[in-house]
Antibody
């Protein structure tokens, strides 16, 4: 079964660090685009970061320099290292597989999410 | 950055009736648009990609249409499980990926 499972969410103070993990099963993360999308309480979906199958990592402007996406091929896991956390980073963080077919890039598999609360 | 605007914010429809949700892009995204459904406490679920192609396992009552800047998601004969929040997402201007703010479909 193709599946993603996120872990690592927690209550953290502003300025702190947290590492989220996205474990894949049923497919290989190194061969796929994997993205992180977050959802603040009561709000909509917001793209955060994406890792390309080969090399290539990209971030939304508000997290550049603070968040780092990486991949552990041996464990088939994608991580999101979050530093210098701010109140506005509070959200449920989802990882998703981005399926690419010709010109189509769509998020076809989603994890259940992990909750990050930034608060003093 | 391409801004996606969905309307209405909330749509009240009776079961068995048709629902029409709209999504507008601030510039042309060709047919590079996806629709997702999200129920409370759940992750989003892919419904449509390429503006009109249903994802695997999505019932035929879900229909996507449009191109350029104007898109529509139509749900014919609403079932109880269809009441949820719906998001559109463009991937023409690949990064940043942008979503609409969502339309909440509620039971009338």
């Amino acid at each position: 079964e193709v599946q993603l499972v996120e872990t690592g969410g927690d209550l953290i103070q502003p300025g702190g660090s947290l590492r989220l993990s996205c474990a894949a099963s049923g497919f290989t993360v190194s061969s796929n685009y994997i993205t992180w999308v977050r959802q603040a309480p009561g709000k909509g979906l917001e793209w955060v970061s994406v890792m390309y199958p080969g090399v290539g990592t990209y971030y939304r402007d508000s997290v550049k320099g603070r968040f780092t996406i990486s991949r552990d091929n041996s464990k088939n896991i994608v991580h999101l290292q979050m530093n210098s956390l701010r109140d506005e980073d509070t959200a449920v963080y989802y990882c998703a597989r981005v399926m690419q077919e010709l010109d189509d890039y769509y998020m076809d598999v989603w994890g259940n999410g992990t909750t990050v609360i930034v608060s003093s | 950055e391409i801004v996606m605007t969905q309307s209405p914010a909330t749509l009240s429809v009776s079961p068995g009736e048709r629902a029409t949700l709209s999504c507008r892009a601030s510039q042309s995204v060709s047919s590079n648009l996806a629709w997702y459904q999200q129920k409370p406490g759940q992750a989003p679920r892919l419904l449509i990609y390429g503006a009109s192609t249903r994802a695997t396992g999505i019932p035929a009552r879900f229909t996507g249409s449009g191109s350029g800047t104007e898109f529509t998601l139509t749900i014919s004969s609403l079932q109880s499980e269809d009441f949820a929040v719906y998001y559109c997402q463009q991937y023409d201007n690949w990064l940043p990926i942008t979503f609409g703010q969502g339309t909440r479909l509620e039971i009338k």
